[in-house]
């Protein structure tokens, strides 16, 4: 700007003397101009400006700026910006600042509210006195109106550049009305990341941004063109994949995206780590409109998130129920833990070369009135959604040190600390506390922590480690594979122990596994970092000769002893000789679920109920049927259309085993469930409206009215 110009607009509060080029540029409508006094007060405002709004100078002169121009609420940038009050306030320089004029309209509605953009400088006279603004403005309403139009039309996520929330919403709804014309299924995914909150806290928003992007690269590499990758905004990603309906592809890619996701990032020159976790529904199976189908994917989300982060769900409709118990359950724990009913039990870890016991893990134990006996597995991440888990952690360590103080001194003590215990303020302190008060030497402490710790900043992580190793206690990674797998972290020497994850153990023995390759290595590697191994979760004798002979250097398993009480510890090991024999079952049997509950079995054209005691991936056991003969064909219905093809396998007066025609698949959360269900579309074609079926529901029920020949077998009162 040149001298000449300043020396103009610095004029204008002296109006009315205004300058030709000024009123010039005005009638060219380039700009208008608005001064203000020092309190803030419009003191000038363009004629042009005023006849454009309808406005005469008594209308707006004297009024505050802020009560003339409001802020314009849909600007897309407006959430960055400071208010235009503020920056007056502030006396700071307003530059390209977008307002809404709404005072005009009273007196010519049809004009409607206009948008100016606004610039401004503080007017300071010699002494450093604010004197006022001056500034020009420009009507941008038209521009602005094409702009807000097409923010509202985006199909693109500005961030990621995949596809947003609108687009991904009109896609489903397209998507699932005219599949629904042509019986086709569709999945969606939902997903979350686990921690990334904590990564945005620490490392800054850049570095979340960044972060981001690099989530939405994996994930498209990973889906490719089987799907559509959307960002829901947030940290929430959306996958859709058309004609998917096998949820053992799902689930494997779902797996994929979780191993994907979870391996470190490289942002802004540091290293970070997140997980993710995945929700999957499938149309028509789980809900048939959007709604439904994107609230049964959240909620499979939600149950991921519950079971641990770091895992994929499908949805069913247990989960809904399951969602309301969990609540139950989180207020009963906390009055648990303030009546003190919260115990350890210790469970022995085993050298396999002298059966002599080197140390004990402590393990929280709860017994409720209701529920009975009620696994850490379950409690542990309800009390991890509060502070709860900080006075189980503590209680837990204090209690294990006191008791081991009892123990031979060779013997160590194992306590588990959960992540978000770990990474909080104080732990160290915690941790020394503990030993102080009862005195244990901290070489006998051992903590186990998992994989879960090394998420969000790692040197921060890193500085837990070295404070904990100044102290003296002994460091253990637990479940060793189950989670971010990264073997980065095992090269910073911070541990003396890998605990090797039960889903390698179990099973191992069985022909063709290749887990017991997985176990050799890991016992290799931790080997060459000078760690000790420890096979978790052994149960049968082959699997214990297996991970011995592959050098397992300790043994954690039923093979042995469970987690027993403190007393027993005392009582068992009172000869001070501490060694326990090994005994279990000579080899590993396929894992069986122990159920009780009712499910469906046809055959021929009969529906039979039946109660379901055990359920493995290739068979299960059934009773509530007198006189089903061996080699007898069936279908057992689990519900929720899945229909299983099985044969009688073997049989007792009323109870049978069944063998299925094809295995069933892990559900991932502990369960099994089958590859494929009947479709809705189906039974709408045998006569019940897809209308009439809610998510999940497949009224079998009803079919069997229609199939009314004599029964071949004797139902037997099922006593429910
Ligand atoms: P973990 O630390 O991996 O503990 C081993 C789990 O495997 C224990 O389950 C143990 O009873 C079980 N187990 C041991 N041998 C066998 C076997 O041969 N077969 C089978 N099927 N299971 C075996 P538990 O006591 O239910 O604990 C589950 C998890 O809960 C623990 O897994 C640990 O992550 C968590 N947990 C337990 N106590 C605490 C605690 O004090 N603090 C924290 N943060 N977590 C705890
Ligand atoms: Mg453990
Ligand atoms: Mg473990």
Redo the contacts with the bound molecule.
């Keep these: 700007m040149s001298k000449r110009q300043t020396a103009s607009a610095a004029a204008l509060p002296s109006l009315p003397d205004r300058g030709n080029v000024l009123s010039d540029v005005e009638q060219l409508g380039i700009g208008m101009f608005w001064a203000t006094d020092a309190e803030g007060r419009l003191a000038f405002l363009s004629q042009r400006a005023l006849t454009d709004l309808g406005l005469t100078a008594a209308d707006v002169i004297g009024k505050p700026l802020t009560q003339v121009f409001s802020e314009a609420e849909a600007d897309p940038d407006a959430a960055h910006q400071r208010g235009i009050g503020f920056k007056l306030k502030a006396h700071s320089k307003i530059e390209e600042h977008v307002v809404a004029i709404a005072a005009a309209n009273a007196r010519s509605p049809e004009l409607g509210t206009r948008w100016w953009r606004l610039n401004g400088r503080p007017l300071v006279d010699g002494s450093g006195t604010f004197l006022g603004y001056r500034g020009s403005a420009l009507d941008i309403t038209s521009q602005y109106a094409r702009d807000t139009q097409t923010a509202r039309h985006s199909q693109v996520d500005e961030l990621t550049g995949l596809a947003n929330r609108r687009k991904l919403g009109q896609r489903l709804t397209a998507t699932l009305a005219a599949f629904r014309a042509s019986q086709r299924s569709c999945a969606l995914m939902m997903l979350d990341l686990d921690r990334f909150k904590h990564v945005n806290d620490t490392m800054g928003h850049p570095a979340g941004d960044e972060l981001l992007k690099q989530v939405a690269e994996r994930l498209k590499s990973i889906i490719g063109d089987s799907g559509e990758v959307g960002r829901l905004g947030g940290d929430e990603f959306q996958v859709l994949l058309p004609d998917m309906d096998d949820r053992g592809t799902l689930g494997e890619l779902a797996n994929r995206v979780v191993q994907s996701l979870s391996q470190p990032y490289q942002v802004i020159g540091r290293r970070a780590i997140i997980g993710t976790s995945v929700g999957i529904a499938i149309a028509p199976y789980d809900g048939v409109d959007t709604d439904d189908l994107t609230r049964a994917a959240d909620m499979a989300l939600y149950a991921a998130k519950e079971a641990r982060g770091g895992t994929f769900c499908f949805f069913t409709t247990g989960l809904r129920d399951a969602a309301t118990k969990t609540a139950k359950l989180g207020e009963r724990l906390r009055d648990a833990v303030d009546r003190g009913d919260l115990n350890?039990?210790y469970?022995p870890l085993v050298d396999p070369a002298t059966n002599e016991v080197r140390s004990f893990?402590?393990?929280?134990?709860w017994h409720d009135e209701q529920d009975g006996p009620i696994?850490?597995?379950d409690f542990?991440p309800i009390a991890e959604n509060d502070d709860l888990?900080l006075n189980?952690?503590e209680m837990?360590l204090r209690q294990a040190c006191q008791d081991a103080m009892q123990w031979p001194d060779t013997i160590q003590v194992a306590?588990?600390?959960?992540a978000k215990?770990f990474v909080r303020p104080g732990f160290r302190k915690t941790v020394a506390a503990a030993l102080e008060a009862s005195g244990l030497a901290p070489s006998r402490l051992e903590l186990?922590i998992?994989e879960s710790v090394f998420v969000g900043d790692l040197e921060a992580v890193d500085a837990v480690f070295r404070d904990l190793k100044k102290l003296g206690v002994r460091l253990a990674l637990?479940?060793f594979g189950t989670g971010y797998s990264s073997l980065a972290y095992l090269k910073h020497g911070h541990f003396d122990k890998i605990?090797i994850?039960?889903s390698f153990v179990?099973g191992c023995t069985e022909n063709g596994d290749i887990n017991p390759a997985i176990i050799s290595a890991i016992v290799a590697l931790a080997k060459a970092l000078d760690m000790v191994t420890v096979a978790?979760?052994?149960?049968a004798m082959d699997e214990l000769e297996l991970v011995r002979a592959r050098g397992a250097d300790l043994v954690?398993?039923?093979?042995y002893s469970?987690?027993i009480r403190q007393d027993a510890v005392l009582s068992r090991f009172a000869d001070g000789t501490m060694q326990v024999k090994p005994s279990g079952p000579p080899r590993h049997r396929a894992e069986r679920i122990s159920i009780f509950r009712k499910v469906g079995l046809i055959h021929e054209d009969h529906y039979y109920d039946v109660i379901l005691r055990n359920l493995s991936k290739t068979g299960a056991r059934i009773t509530g049927l007198a006189g089903v003969p061996k080699g007898t064909d069936v279908v057992l219905d689990l519900g929720h259309g899945q229909l299983v093809v099985s044969k009688v396998a073997n049989a007792t007066e009323s109870s049978q085993g069944l063998q299925f025609e094809t295995a069933l698949i892990s559900d991932g959360s502990g369960g099994f469930m089958t590859r494929h269900r009947i479709s809705p579309y189906s039974l709408a074609e045998a006569g019940i409206p897809l209308a009439a079926l809610g998510a999940g529901a497949f009224p079998l029920a009803k079919w069997r009215e229609g199939h009314k020949s004599p029964p071949t077998f004797v139902q037997l009162d099922l006593g429910l």
Excluded at 361 to 365: I, P
Excluded at 415 to 418: D, G, T
């Design positions: 350890l039990a469970q893990e402590a393990l929280l134990r696994s850490p597995a542990i888990i189980i952690g837990a306590v588990n600390v959960s215990q186990e998992t637990d479940d605990k994850d039960q179990r978790e979760g052994v149960e954690q398993g039923y093979v469970p987690a």
